[in-house]
């Protein structure tokens, strides 16, 4: 190990690892599971080693600086948020040199760093750039492929051929690639073209007290429930982002086959997405009928999402394309049954019929089913979802990814040693 448990005074100890984390979201900026990730990861690993993590400052109002855990700071850079909508690639582009000019600086100067720790593609050219200028080792997590969100075919638009060169390129330059679950391990050795010794498996994990109790409140949140529905409605739940791979269309045409057997049934859709695919999704809804049944709500706070878990029959995620889904962690961790799409990591999380049910992805009539199977037979469904509790306090919790994490670092610093040699 090249790191102590504890240090009284870190400044003048010189074993204490120094790791240089990249990536866009955390506190300020979050946007999915990253920055779930990153929010609760950060804080423990900086409690056992000197975690300097660089961010972009899209908002002048954000905080500059801050400390974290022990011996943890947190930096953002001024930086201009890239928009899917101009010159995506060119923008990323701009925001990394921001970030390599200010760590150059630091590098150039008294700083020094053990280890670099990049998250995703998007600050993997500054990452490249870092590891190949300072020779400093690289660990990568990729949370997600271009190539999975497509659908696993080939790129065939301009961004995402960029998207997948960028991937690519920084696999081949990481001493270490951590995904999130098998299903990730075996996209990244394929598609990315690296050693399947090169790649480990860190699951996410949740902060399971913080959910585990919410199913106990329902009396006290029935006023909540009656603003979605009413005592007689089942309530199913879904959250996350509004983007074409989380399925959620599949969701809205499910709701329709759904209603026809339980027509009082009510689907609550929280997040958001694209201007485009959420205007599909109310054509879709205002086709089927489903005005009454089925409302996209946008944005809620995580307050509002733990008091939905709280109330809801069922959570669903239908996703056509999911690494990991850390919201279905939070789902077992509150006692939600969940129904999940099968074929990719969420299938690893849920276990058919033990903590939750699978269906056939890419298929809204047995995404139906499955949802109906639960308000069907709710003694099986809550039997389910107690054991998946159990599961996810067990194997799931931060404390152990992180202790994982600082193994992983070991171990890149014993590749890059031993390629060196």
């Given amino acids: 190990m090249l790191y102590p448990a504890r240090f009284d005074s870190p400044v003048n100890d010189t074993t204490l690892l120094r790791v240089a984390m990249l990536a866009t979201e955390y506190t300020r900026n ?11 990861l950060v804080p423990r690993l900086s409690d056992r080693v000197a975690v300097n993590l660089f961010l972009p400052r899209y908002d002048p109002s954000w905080e500059a600086h801050e400390t974290v855990g022990r011996f943890g700071r947190v930096t953002r850079i001024d930086a201009v948020m890239p928009r899917l909508n101009g010159d995506f690639v060119g923008q990323v582009w701009s925001m990394n040199d921001a970030l390599n000019a ?4 630091l590098l150039n100067g008294a700083g020094g760093f053990d280890l670099i720790h990049a998250h995703d593609w998007l600050v993997g050219l ?4 870092l590891r190949r200028r300072y020779h400093i080792p690289l660990v ?11 659908g696993g075919h080939p790129p065939t638009t301009e961004l995402s051929k960029a998207i997948h060169r960028a991937e690519w390129h920084l696999a081949q330059e990481a ?4 995904t999130c679950s098998r299903f990730m391990h075996r996209e990244t050795i394929t598609h990315l073209e690296v050693p399947a010794d090169k790649v480990v498996v860190i699951p996410n994990a ?21 603003r979605w529905a009413a ?19 599949l969701l809205i045409e499910a709701m329709a086959e759904v209603c026809r057997e339980q027509p009082q049934a009510r689907a609550i859709i929280a997040g958001k997405g694209p201007e485009e695919y959420t205007r599909q ?13 089925v409302e996209l709500v946008g944005f809620i706070t995580d307050e509002e999402r733990d008091r939905f878990y709280g109330v809801a029959d069922v959570a669903v995620f239908p996703s056509r394309y999911e690494p990991f889904g850390i919201v279905a962690l939070e789902a077992m961790a509150a006692g939600i049954p969940v129904v999940v799409a099968e074929g990719s990591g969420l299938a690893e999380v849920v276990e058919h019929g033990r903590t939750g049910l699978h269906v056939a992805r890419n298929s809204a009539s047995a995404l139906a089913q499955g949802i109906l199977q639960v308000l069907r037979h709710p003694e099986a469904a809550q039997a389910r979802a107690r054991e998946a509790q159990a599961v996810v306090r067990a194997h799931y919790n931060w404390d152990q990814v992180a202790e994982q994490t600082l193994a992983a670092y070991d171990q890149a610093l014993e590749r890059a040693r031993a390629v060196r040699a």
């Fill in 231 to 249: 005592p007689n409605e089942p309530l199913i739940f879904y959250v996350g982002r509004l983007v074409g791979e989380k399925g959620v269309d």
């Fill in 206 to 226: 949740v902060d399971a007290a913080t959910f585990v109790g919410l199913r106990h409140q329902k009396s006290a949140l029935a006023a909540f429930r009656s």
């Fill in 102 to 105: 200010y760590i150059s600086g």
């Fill in 30 to 40: 979050r946007v999915g599971g990253l920055g779930a990730h990153m929010r609760a």
């Fill in 175 to 178: 001493d270490l690639i951590i």
């Fill in 281 to 293: 999704l109310q054509e879709t809804i205002a086709r089927l009928g489903l005005e009454r049944r």
């Fill in 140 to 150: 990568v997590t990729f949370h997600a492929l271009e190539i999975g969100r497509i």
């Fill in 126 to 129: 500054v990452a490249n750039d």
